[in-house]
Structures are given as structure tokens and as C-alpha cells.
């Protein structure tokens, strides 16, 4: 077996929710009067930490301004959250790679308590063995919590870099995994566009199916998005 772990991220990987992300946003600007972007658009631009994505679109990055519109955006989305579908096929994977021995963790942004919630709301909390998110709402960087996590994997696990995977939707999960020293896929459909996942030159994916056959090894290489 390739991998013995599997670290996901939530947001736009496990949880189907860029458009409500778009929505929020979109409102966001409306309400400071500017123009709504479409679902592309974010794609191609979304980054973190997020404070950068919203200066791109003129908003003031002091702490009061950030403070207000992060406030504005995580009670909008939280109180809309459950409208989204975990990503199709997901649960199925989920319980394949239970089986084929394979442990999991959740690595997120989105802050602790709530992430936390949302699992258990979707009734996927069974298949982790670790769930991690940041302790405020900025969705800043997670590497440091990734760091905590490879440390408690390696000694609880016995894990070797070499055999944890992370399992992400924009090119920061990339940047992560790459910090921390571990291999990552990306998957279609999320935070990022199709062109900036092709850029990070690693597997991307359309779909979980494409994604169970690579991670339990029966992948066909052709289906593989590579650059």
C-alpha cells in the first residue's frame, strides 16, 4: 500500500461549498458597492491567507476592517453551511480507505469548533482520528497546525513522512504539504481553478473515483490530470 494516511482538507475538498463561499463574497461586495464577480473569477484568484484575496478586491486590511468583514463572512457562512453536500462520492471513499487499513485526519482553516461541529453534522467524525482547525476566524495559514500533526502522527502512528498524503482543493493545500515534507493530490471543483491546480505540476483530479483508485493503487495513469 502506498499510503498509510490520509490528511484532507474540509472547505471545497471534503465539503462541496465554493459556491456558497462565491455568494457570501459576492454579497460582501455588493454591501460596499462593488461589483459581483462570477465563480471563475474567485477560482482564479482565492488564496490565503484570505486577508490577501479580499485586498485584491479593495477591501482595507487594518485589524478593525478585517476584524468586521471576517466577523460578517463566518456568521453568513455558518449560519448557511449545512445547505452544502459533502462531495459526491466522498463517504464511499471515506469507508474504503477505513478498510484498506488506511488512518485519516482532517487539516482546515476553518476554526476549530466549528469544523468540529460540521463532521459531526455530516456524520463522517467516525473515519478521523484527528481533526485540526485554527483557533480564530481569519483563515490564515494552517501549516502550523500541519507541523503539530506530522509530530503527533509520526510518534502516536509510527508514520513516516513518506506515507502520509494530503488530500486538497488550492495550491495552498500544496504549499502546505510541501512545507511539512509530504506528497499531496488536488482536487477539481473547490476553492482554485482548473489552472491554478495545473500549475502546482502534481496529480490533479476530476472526481473522488479517480482519486480512490490512486490513493488504494489501482489508479490508470491516463485519468491522472499531470503537468
Request: glycine residues 8%; negative net charge; proline residues 1%.
Amino acid at each position: 500500500m502506498r499510503y498509510k494516511h490520509i490528511i484532507w482538507d474540509w472547505n471545497g475538498t471534503l465539503l462541496n461549498d465554493a459556491g456558497l463561499s462565491v455568494e457570501i463574497f459576492n454579497e460582501m461586495l455588493e454591501n460596499s458597492g462593488r461589483e459581483k464577480i462570477s465563480i471563475e473569477e474567485y477560482q482564479n484568484n482565492f488564496c490565503f491567507p484570505v486577508s490577501e484575496f479580499y485586498r485584491k478586491y479593495g477591501f482595507r486590511i487594518d485589524n478593525d476592517e478585517f476584524s468586521r468583514i471576517s466577523k460578517f463572512y463566518i456568521e453568513s457562512y455558518n449560519s448557511r453551511c449545512f445547505e452544502c453536500e459533502l462531495r459526491e462520492g466522498i463517504r464511499n471513499f471515506l469507508e474504503e480507505a477505513k478498510s484498506a487499513g488506511i488512518t485519516q485526519s482532517i487539516l482546515s482553516a476553518y476554526e476549530k469548533s466549528c469544523l468540529k461541529s460540521a463532521v459531526r453534522y455530516y456524520g463522517i467524525e467516525k473515519y478521523f482520528i484527528r481533526i485540526d482547525g485554527l483557533d480564530n476566524i481569519y483563515a490564515e495559514s494552517k501549516l502550523s497546525l500541519g507541523l503539530g500533526m506530522i509530530e503527533e502522527l509520526k510518534s502516536s502512528q509510527e508514520l513516516c513522512k513518506e506515507e502520509i498524503i494530503l488530500i486538497g482543493d488550492t495550491t495552498h493545500d500544496n504549499e502546505v504539504a510541501k512545507a511539512l515534507g509530504i506528497k499531496s493530490v488536488l482536487m477539481l471543483g473547490g476553492h482554485n481553478s482548473p489552472n491554478k491546480l495545473k500549475g502546482t505540476r502534481i496529480p490533479v483530479f476530476n472526481g473522488v473515483k479517480e482519486l480512490e483508485e490512486y490513493i488504494l493503487g489501482t489508479a490508470d495513469n491516463k485519468n491522472i490530470k499531470e503537468t
